[in-house]
């Protein structure tokens, strides 16, 4: 569950490439969203973005950016953790391998 304004907090928002929207869920310790790249010709993924809620930019470090081959329940591994609080306003890119 997604607490506040769904328009404004919801899930959808991860992916929208605003920064003035962003995700917030209604649980203190946390949550997650995830997008369903397709099964037939596995998508090969060579960078990540992610950019903070506004004056929240602490509450993403911790965080961990996750991809799974196998299931979008079960099979995930670390692609990157976030161990510094990203700049506002800004997306912060990391290539991956």
């Known amino acids: 569950a997604f607490g506040g304004d769904t328009a404004t907090y919801g899930p959808q928002n991860a992916?929208?490439?605003?920064?003035?929207?962003?995700?917030?869920?209604?649980?203190?310790?946390?949550?997650?969203?995830?997008i369903d790249l397709g099964t037939f010709t596995p998508p090969v993924v060579s960078m990540i973005g992610f950019a903070p809620r506004a004056t929240f930019a602490s509450r993403m470090v911790g965080g961990k950016i996750q991809g799974s081959n196998t299931s979008s329940t079960s099979g995930f591994v670390d692609l990157h953790t976030i161990t510094v609080?990203?700049?506002?306003?800004?997306?912060?890119?990391?290539?991956?391998n």
Do not use: E, K, N, R
């Not at 605003?18 to 969203?33: D, E, I, K, L, R």
């Not at 609080?85 to 990391?94: E, K, L, Q, W």
């Open 15 to 34: 992916f929208d490439g605003s920064t003035s929207t962003a995700t917030a869920p209604s649980a203190a310790t946390g949550g997650y969203v995830g």
């Open 85 to 96: 609080a990203p700049t506002d306003g800004t997306v912060t890119y990391i290539p991956l």
